[in-house]
C-alpha cells in the first residue's frame, strides 16, 4: 500500500522529530513492507495553508497533517479545538483534546472526507512583548501581532490591536515599535532570535496550543482492510502521538528556561528575557472575556448545537461555559 | 523524470508557445505520467491560493509605477540629466543607459519594468547619435536587470516570502552588489570601447552649467527612492505597502511636473494591467509545475541527489550556481526560482551559509538568466522597444555584461560580505 | 463576422482592463490610507487581506486582455524563422494550446468556488469575508479567459480558412514592435 503523505511546516521540530520518522520509517517498518511511504510536506509543496484538507477530500494525496486551525474558513465548528487561554499547560491541553476528538472526527468526516489519525499538539503560542508588560491587564491598547480568528477576537475584546506581519519580519517590526508584541511558539521565538528585540516573555498560551490534526483521505481509509487500519490506528496513537504529547510540556519549559534564563536550556545559551507568568486574575479575565464575547460570537458562527457539544465535552474539561442565547 | 521535463520544456517553448501556458502543460504531464494521484484536482485551489497574495500586489504597484514614470516625461528628463553627466566617457549614451537604469532600479521592483522604461527612453537616441546597435541595446537589457538587485525588488520580496527571511535585510543586501555591478557595467562598457571605439559613438562634453541645471532632474527619482525605502525603514510601511507609497509618489511627483490626466493614467493603468496578467500566468503555472513535481517525489529526488553527491559546502554551491546558469538559459526567471526555492535555499542553508547572501547571489544568476539566450526577457524587452534589426544584436552586445555578472557571482562567493555587511551595520 | 468578433472581444478586453486597472489603483490608494491612518494612531485593518482579494481578481480579468495585446510570453526563435504560413501555423497552434489549458484550469477553478458554496466559507481573520463574494468574481475572470480564447481561435481558424495570413498574423502572432510595453 502506497501512502502519499503531505506534513506540516517542514522546518518545524515537530515535523522533523516525530512526522517525518514516523511515516518514513517507523509505520513502514511496523507493516512489514505493506505499507510504503512518500513524504513531503505542505510549504515544499507550495500549498497554501487553508487548501490542505480540502485536497486531502478530494483525494490529490492520501494522508495530509496541519494545525487545525488553518482549516476553519471551511468549518468554523473546528475553533473549539484551540481556544486560546483555556489550557496552561500541556496535560490540560491534552484533555481538551481528547475532549474534542469526537467533534473533530465528525467535522473532518464531513467537511473535509476524511478520517482522523491523530491530533499532536505544537509548542504553545506564547507572548513576546517589547514593552513593560505585566499581566494580561498591561496588553490593553497595544500592537500585537497574532494568527487564527479566535485569537485575533480575543485582542480586540482586550482592546488590543491585532497587526498582521510576515514572521520573518517580526524581529524588525518589534525593534521599531510596528508591533508591541508577537505571538509564537517559544521555541520558534528562541531560534528565530526574537529574544533580541523584546524584553518580556508571557507564558501564557495567548494563540492556545495550536493542535496539528493528522487525518486520512476517507475513501482511501475505506479502501484498507481492517488489519490495517488498526495497525495505523495503534502505531500512530503509541509512537507519534504519545511521543509528541509527552514531551510538549518538557519542550516548553527547556524553551521558557532558554529565553528567561531560568533553569537548565537544552537548546544553546540562555537568554535573560523577563518571565511574566499567568497570575490567577489574568486566568479570571480571560475566561470573563471568552464567556462574555469570544466565545459567544463563535457560537454564532458555529451554531448553537455545536455550542451546546463544546459545553459538554471540552468545557467540562476545562471549566468554562458558553452561555446559550 | 527529469529528461522528461527538460524535453518537454524545450520543445513546447521552441514552439513558441505562452511560457506560463507550458509550464501547465509539463504540470499537466507529470501529473498523467508521474504521479499515482489526480494532481489536476489541485490545480484550482493552486490557482486561487497562489494569485490570492497581497505580497504579489507589489508586482502592479511597481509596474505602474514605472508607467507613471515614463507617461509623465520624468523618466525622459532623468534620461537627458543623466546623459550630460556620463556622455563624456569613451562609450557615450552607453553609460546615460546604465546609469538611468541605475537610477530607476532604485524606484522599481522589476527588471523587465526597469528595461522597458530605459529601453522607452533611450532607444530613439541610437540611430540619431550613431551608435553601433548590438552594445547599446545590450546595455540597455543588462542595465535592467538591475531593478531586481538595488532595492526595492519584487524578486526579493518573493524569495524572502518563500524562505521566511527578512526582506528589509535583503534589501540592505542587494544596495551594495547593485552599484558595484553597476560600476562593473561601465568599466566593461570604457574597456570595450577603448578597444573598439567604432562600437561607442560620439563622446559629448556638456558646459558644467548645464550639468549642474541638469541636476534638477534627477530629483524626482531621489525623492521617490527616499520615500519607498524610507517607509521601509521607519517602520511605518511593509515593503509590499511601501510599492503604494511610490505609485502615490509617483502620482504627486507627475502631477508637480504638469504630467498627469485623466487619459495618462488611463494608460497607465491599462499597461500595468497587462504586464501584470502576463507575469502571474508564467507565477501561476510554475507554482502549478513546483506542486505536481513535489508530489511525483522530483524535489527529493533532487534534494537525495544533491545531499549524496557528497561535496563540501563550496563545492556544493558552485554546482548550484551552474544549475542556475543552465536552467537560466530556458526558464523564466520568476518561474526559476518559485520552482528551485523551494528545493535550493534548505540545502544551502544547512550548509550553513546565510540565507539573505544567498539570496543576493541567486539575484545575481537571475540577473544573468534574464539576459542570456534563448529565454532572456530583457532581452525581448529591449528588442521590442526597437524599431529594426534582428534580436541576435541585442543578444550578442548582452554577452559582455553577462560575463560581468557571472565575475560578480566569483566575488559574491569570496566576499559574502558585500552582501552581509550593510544588513549587519544597520541591524 | 470573425473579424467582428475579434474587434469585439478586443474592445471588450479593454474595457475591462480599464475598471481592473482603476480597482488596483484604488486599493494603492487605501493602503496609502491605512499606512498613514496608522502613523496617526489608528487602523483600517484588513488592507492586506483585501489586497489579496484584488490582485487574485485583477489577474484572473487583466489574463484575456493581455493575450489580446499579444503580451504573454512567447519565444521566437524558431518560429521567426520561418516564413509566413508556418509563423501563422504556429500561432495557431500555440493559441490551440492556450485555449484547451485555459478550459481545464477555468473547470478545475469551479470546484474551489463549489466548496466555498457548500460550507459557507468565510475567511480565516476578523473581517470574516465570505469566500464566494470573492472567489466568484475570480472564478467568472477566467470563465471570460477560457470563453474569449476559444472565441479567438476559432475565429482566426476561420480567417485562415479564407486565407488571410496577415490578418491572422496581426491578431495571434507575437507583436514584433511594442512601443507600448510599458
Ligand atoms: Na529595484
Ligand atoms: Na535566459
Known amino acids: 500500500e502506497q501512502l502519499n503523505v503531505v506534513g506540516s511546516w517542514s522546518s518545524l521540530p515537530l515535523h522533523k522529530a516525530y512526522e517525518a520518522p514516523f511515516w518514513g520509517e517507523t509505520l513502514p517498518e511496523a507493516s512489514g513492507g505493506k505499507i510504503t511511504t512518500q513524504v513531503t510536506t505542505h510549504n515544499e509543496m507550495n500549498l497554501g495553508v487553508a487548501d490542505v484538507f480540502r485536497l486531502l477530500g478530494q483525494g490529490v494525496y492520501d494522508v495530509a497533517m496541519t494545525v487545525g486551525d488553518y482549516a476553519v474558513s471551511d468549518a468554523p465548528e473546528l475553533e473549539g479545538l484551540d481556544v486560546p487561554l483555556v489550557a496552561m499547560d500541556a496535560a490540560k491541553a491534552k484533555a481538551a483534546v481528547d475532549a474534542a476528538r469526537p467533534m473533530v472526527d465528525e467535522i473532518f468526516a464531513n467537511r473535509f472526507n476524511s478520517k482522523v489519525l491523530a491530533i499532536a499538539p505544537y509548542p504553545p503560542q506564547v507572548v513576546f512583548c517589547n514593552k513593560e508588560v505585566a499581566s494580561l491587564d498591561d496588553l490593553k491598547g497595544l500592537k500585537i501581532r497574532a494568527s487564527g480568528r479566535m485569537t485575533a477576537k480575543f485582542l480586540e475584546a482586550l482592546d488590543a490591536e491585532g497587526v498582521n506581519v510576515a514572521f520573518s519580519e517580526v524581529p524588525g517590526a518589534l525593534q521599531k515599535g510596528v508591533v508591541d508584541c508577537a505571538?509564537?511558539?517559544?521555541?520558534?521565538?528562541?531560534?528565530?532570535?526574537?529574544?533580541?528585540?523584546?524584553?518580556?516573555?508571557?507564558?501564557?498560551?495567548?494563540?492556545?496550543?495550536?493542535?496539528?490534526?493528522?487525518?486520512?483521505?476517507?475513501?482511501?481509509?475505506?479502501?484498507?482492510?481492517?488489519?490495517?487500519?488498526?495497525?495505523?490506528?495503534?502505531?500512530?496513537?503509541?509512537?507519534?502521538?504519545?511521543?509528541?504529547?509527552?514531551?510538549a510540556q518538557g519542550a516548553l519549559l527547556n524553551d521558557i528556561a532558554c529565553l528567561t534564563g531560568n533553569g537548565e536550556c537544552e537548546s544553546g545559551d540562555k537568554r535573560s528575557m523577563v518571565l511574566v507568568e499567568a497570575t490567577d486574575a489574568d486566568i479570571a479575565k480571560a475566561r470573563d472575556i471568552l464567556e462574555a464575547k469570544v466565545l459567544p460570537e463563535w457560537a454564532e458562527r458555529a451554531g448553537a448545537d455545536w455550542a451546546k457539544r463544546w459545553n459538554d465535552s471540552v468545557g467540562k474539561v476545562v471549566g468554562v461555559s458558553i452561555a446559550s442565547k | 523524470m527529469i529528461p522528461f521535463i527538460t524535453i518537454g520544456l524545450l520543445g513546447l517553448l521552441s514552439l513558441s508557445i505562452p511560457v506560463g501556458i507550458v509550464l501547465f502543460l509539463l504540470g499537466f504531464g507529470v501529473d498523467q505520467f508521474f504521479s499515482l494521484f489526480p494532481l489536476l484536482r489541485g490545480l484550482g485551489n493552486m490557482v486561487w491560493s497562489t494569485s490570492n497574495s497581497a505580497t504579489l500586489i507589489a508586482i502592479p504597484f511597481f509596474v505602474l509605477l514605472g508607467e507613471i514614470l515614463v507617461r509623465s516625461g520624468i523618466a525622459e528628463r532623468t534620461y537627458a540629466a543623466l546623459d550630460k553627466w556620463v556622455s563624456w566617457l569613451p562609450g557615450g549614451l552607453i553609460h546615460a543607459n546604465v546609469a538611468t537604469a541605475t537610477m530607476f532600479s532604485a524606484t522599481s521592483g522589476s527588471s523587465v519594468a526597469t528595461a522597458a522604461t530605459v529601453a522607452t527612453v533611450a532607444m530613439p537616441q541610437a540611430d540619431r547619435l550613431g551608435y553601433d546597435p548590438r552594445l547599446f541595446s545590450g546595455a540597455i537589457a543588462a542595465g535592467g536587470t538591475l531593478g531586481i538587485m538595488i532595492p526595492p525588488s519584487i524578486n526579493l520580496i518573493v524569495y524572502g516570502f518563500l524562505t521566511q527571511t527578512s526582506i528589509p535585510q535583503l534589501f540592505l543586501a542587494g544596495l551594495l552588489p547593485g552599484i558595484l555591478l553597476a560600476l562593473a557595467f561601465m568599466l566593461v562598457t570604457v574597456c570595450i570601447c577603448v578597444i573598439w571605439p567604432s562600437l561607442g559613438g560620439e563622446r559629448r562634453r556638456f558646459p558644467l552649467r548645464e550639468m549642474i541645471g541638469g541636476l534638477g532632474d534627477l530629483l524626482p527619482i531621489f525623492l521617490l527612492f527616499s520615500a519607498i525605502i524610507g517607509a521601509i525603514y521607519k517602520g511605518w510601511a511593509t515593503p509590499t505597502e511601501a510599492a503604494s507609497v511610490g505609485v502615490g509618489g509617483a502620482l504627486l511627483i507627475a502631477a508637480m511636473f504638469g504630467g498627469v490626466s485623466l487619459g495618462m493614467i488611463s494608460e497607465a493603468i491599462v499597461g500595468t494591467v497587462k504586464i501584470t496578467s502576463m507575469i502571474m500566468l508564467v507565477i501561476i503555472g510554475a507554482s502549478f509545475l513546483n506542486f505536481t513535481l513535489s508530489a511525483a517525489g522530483l524535489s527529493s529526488?533532487?534534494?537525495?541527489?544533491?545531499?549524496?553527491?557528497?561535496?563540501?559546502?563550496?563545492?556544493?554551491?558552485?554546482?548550484?550556481?551552474?544549475?542556475?546558469?543552465?536552467?537560466?538559459?530556458?526558464?523564466?526567471?520568476?518561474?526559476?526560482?518559485?520552482?528551485?526555492?523551494?528545493?535550493?535555499?534548505?540545502?544551502?542553508?544547512?550548509?550553513?551559509?546565510?540565507p539573505v547572501w544567498f539570496g543576493i547571489l541567486m539575484i545575481v544568476l537571475i540577473e544573468m538568466a534574464l539576459i542570456t539566450p534563448p529565454v532572456g526577457l530583457n532581452l525581448y524587452v529591449v528588442q521590442g522597444a526597437r524599431k529594426s534589426g534582428n534580436m541576435s544584436e541585442v543578444m550578442v552586445g548582452a554577452a559582455p555584461y553577462a560575463f560581468t555578472m557571472l565575475c560578480m557571482v566569483g566575488v559574491l562567493i569570496a566576499y559574502p560580505d558585500l552582501a552581509l555587511i550593510l544588513p549587519r551595520l544597520l541591524q | 463576422m470573425a473579424e467582428r468578433i475579434l474587434l469585439a472581444v478586443r474592445i471588450w478586453n479593454k474595457r475591462i482592463a480599464l475598471a481592473t486597472g482603476f480597482i488596483l489603483l484604488a486599493c494603492a490608494g487605501l493602503v496609502l490610507v491605512d499606512i498613514t491612518m496608522r502613523q496617526l494612531g489608528s487602523s483600517l485593518g484588513g488592507t492586506d487581506e483585501i489586497s489579496g482579494y484584488v490582485m487574485a481578481i485583477a489577474t484572473a480579468w487583466g489574463m484575456s486582455f493581455a493575450l489580446t495585446e499579444l503580451s504573454h510570453v512567447r519565444i521566437d526563435f524558431l518560429r521567426s524563422n520561418t516564413p509566413q504560413k508556418t509563423r501563422v501555423l504556429f500561432d495557431l497552434f500555440a493559441l490551440f494550446s492556450l485555449a484547451m489549458t485555459v478550459a481545464i484550469i477555468a473547470n478545475q477553478c469551479w470546484p474551489v468556488v463549489a466548496t466555498t458554496l457548500k460550507n459557507a466559507s468565510t475567511a480565516n481573520t476578523p473581517l470574516e469575508t465570505p469566500l464566494a463574494l470573492v472567489q466568484i468574481p475570480w472564478f467568472a475572470g477566467w470563465l471570460w479567459f477560457a470563453f474569449s480564447s476559444w472565441l479567438i481561435f476559432l475565429s482566426a481558424m476561420v480567417l485562415v480558412v479564407k486565407g488571410r495570413f496577415k490578418k491572422v498574423e496581426g491578431v495571434i502572432g507575437i507583436a514584433s514592435a511594442q512601443e507600448e510595453w510599458l
Open chain 2, 301 to 354: 529526488e533532487m534534494r537525495n541527489l544533491l545531499e549524496n553527491l557528497g561535496f563540501g559546502p563550496l563545492m556544493t554551491i558552485f554546482v548550484v550556481v551552474l544549475i542556475y546558469i543552465v536552467l537560466g538559459f530556458f526558464i523564466e526567471t520568476l518561474s526559476l526560482m518559485v520552482v528551485t526555492i523551494p528545493i535550493v535555499v534548505p540545502i544551502v542553508t544547512g550548509l550553513g551559509y546565510d
Open chain 1, 183 to 247: 505571538v509564537t511558539g517559544a521555541g520558534s521565538g528562541y531560534s528565530a532570535g526574537w529574544w533580541e528585540v523584546s524584553t518580556h516573555l508571557l507564558t501564557i498560551p495567548l494563540g492556545g496550543w495550536d493542535p496539528v490534526v493528522t487525518a486520512m483521505n476517507m475513501d482511501k481509509w475505506n479502501s484498507l482492510d481492517a488489519g490495517t487500519q488498526e495497525l495505523i490506528t495503534d502505531q500512530i496513537a503509541t509512537k507519534f502521538e504519545a511521543p509528541a504529547w509527552d514531551s
